[in-house]
């Protein structure tokens, strides 16, 4: 505020009488102000009731009334005031106005006259004071340079004001070289330049409030920004921290799985190696007396001995025995399962909880009947869009589209986070989203995010695309009944939720440097299956 007082002159706001600022101005007939005691006093001790500065006379003494529009000018300039500086008694030197009349080492002012335009010390301001013509003189603390309120070329008081050339003149400048000029009293366009700097003060204090307010503001998106990166970070610690403890213990359990199915392997050969081994004793038992038998030369002895049954021990039919070695692949693919399912648990609660935190930025979206193409039908609140049957006369507006079977919202977005959401129903075919005010509108549409459009769009049911160039597709395992749009300006990104489901479908990143504007289309219906409506509707907030 420094520059503003440096503008404003202390005797701008000076009564004449007492030579301080203002208390109670009151503004008499003839339009000079004075102190209200002050105007008081003075006709108080005079024969008659007179304008100390114009002189003019008033039959009866006038009802003055305060003139509040100066009072609370004069009130913001003291507010504006700087704090006088500290008089130190040691002897500090301070600027003086030397008195004017006294020869030599001249004498410290204690007035200056604003009719006489010179400074007096005390000695000699007393005929100012003792003569009752030179009473009538206008009295002021001691003035600097007082020649400068003399006309250099007439030598006179300047007392008028010249709006044509913006310069003080005297009252021969306007007979002579300002005649045809726009001239006013001085004090008149004081008066008003006064009024117009106090408007211009009170403008500017009421900036500083404001943008004083918008700093608070944007102090505590810091701050909120600030405990939001907190709250993330923790909960992704506390995310990633469950996963981890997930993930060990399906490693616990895979390890501690294995481990005991390869000791059921190893228990289960050692039964059946226990088992050979006997069939084999046994074999090798039998085949050493077959051998021998084999061998003996004696007719009677060997058919004595001959088995008269089994000459091949049967034994246990070990062909469909065996000792699987991969055991473990299924026990590796239920715990990588459940630890996916879990995983999934996991994103869909994060999820959940990212769709309920954009919900708190909720607006109240309508349509924008000037923009909808006209085949387009409205309800009477302006929530919902359809197809209609047939082609209705509108106006030529320079923002409806022409060709293009689409409508945009009313409300606009030029910063800040917005969230809306539409229910999409059962049909086949939609476009939403948001695009760039300055779109055209005419003929056909590329649309694309270089030419303005950020939107989604479902077709022939159950193909989803985000209207990139060319079109990116979007994998959705739940068809959405109702999705919600979300857009951060000031990050670039437009998201889209599945609502019931709780589910993130897709974000597009980019920067955005215009106004964006809710977008919709309900499409054809030619197969006559996609005649609902796209419905604004309510937030559903999560629970």
């Known amino acids: 505020m420094a520059s503003v007082v ?27 102000n004075f102190c209200q005691v002050c105007i008081s006093k003075y006709w108080a001790a005079c024969t008659q009731f007179q304008c100390p500065l114009c002189k003019q006379s008033f039959e009866r003494r006038p009802n003055l009334h305060i003139n509040t529009i100066l009072k609370e000018i004069t009130e913001r300039f003291k507010g504006l005031l700087p704090s ?20 030599g080492e001249a004498s410290k002012a204690v007035k200056s006259c604003l009719v006489c335009l010179a400074s007096y010390c005390g000695p000699h301001l007393q005929p100012h004071q003792q003569r009752a013509d030179l009473r009538r003189h206008t009295l002021s603390q001691p003035v600097r340079n007082i020649l400068r309120r003399k006309c250099a070329k007439h030598h006179r008081l300047l007392d008028l004001y010249c709006r044509t050339d913006r310069t003080c003149v005297c009252a021969m400048c306007s007979e002579t070289d300002h005649r045809k000029h726009n001239t006013v009293p001085l004090e008149r366009e004081w008066l008003l330049k006064k009024a117009n700097l106090g408007k211009t003060i009170a403008d500017m204090q009421q900036m500083i409030q404001e943008k004083q307010a918008k700093a608070e503001e944007i102090s505590r998106s810091v701050e909120l920004s600030r405990l939001s990166a907190q709250t993330a970070l923790n909960d992704s610690l506390q995310l990633f921290s469950l996963m981890v403890r997930s993930m060990e213990r399906s490693q616990a359990k895979l390890i501690k799985l294995i481990e005991e199915k390869q000791k059921a392997v190893e228990r289960r050969a050692a039964g059946f190696l226990d088992e050979l081994e006997q069939e084999i004793g046994e074999l090798r038992r039998r085949h050493a007396e077959l051998a021998q038998l084999l061998h003996t030369e004696d007719h009677v002895q060997f058919v004595q001995n001959f088995p008269s049954q089994f000459l091949t021990p049967q034994g246990k039919d070990w062909s469909d025995v065996t000792v699987h070695s991969d055991l473990c692949l299924g026990a590796v693919q239920r715990v990588v399962s459940e630890l996916e399912e879990r995983v999934h648990t996991e994103v869909t609660k994060l999820a959940k909880a990212d769709l309920k935190k954009v919900q708190r930025y909720e607006v109240n979206v309508t349509l924008d009947p000037r923009t909808a193409h006209p085949y387009l039908t409205l309800s009477e609140d302006y929530k919902q869009v359809a197809l209609g049957p047939k082609r209705q006369t509108f106006s030529n507006h320079p923002e409806r589209f022409d060709c293009a079977g689409c409508i945009l919202g009313r409300e606009s977005f030029t910063s800040g986070r917005h969230y809306w959401e539409v229910t999409v129903w059962s049909k086949t075919d939609w476009d939403l989203g948001v695009v760039r005010d300055s779109i055209n509108r005419k003929g056909k549409i590329r649309a694309s995010p270089g030419n303005g459009f950020w939107f989604m769009s479902l077709r022939n049911r159950n193909r989803y695309t985000f209207r990139t160039d060319p079109p990116t597709p979007l994998d959705l395992a739940e068809k959405p009944r109702k999705v ?6 000031e990050e670039g990104q437009v998201s889209f939720y599945n609502v019931e489901a709780g589910a993130h479908i897709y974000t597009f990143t980019d920067t955005f440097t215009e106004k964006l504007l809710p977008y919709f289309s309900p499409c054809t219906n030619e197969d006559g299956n996609n005649s609902a409506p796209l419905v604004i509707s309510p937030v559903s907030h999560m629970d």
């Open 6 to 32: 440096s503008v404003l002159s202390e005797d701008q706001f000076q009564c004449s009488i007492c030579l301080d600022v203002f208390t109670d101005p009151v503004s008499t007939p003839c339009g000079h």
């Open 84 to 103: 006088p500086p500290a008089v130190s008694w040691a002897g500090d030197t301070v600027p003086e106005v030397p008195c004017d009349l006294c020869p």
């Open 484 to 489: 919600g749009v979300y857009v951060d300006y």
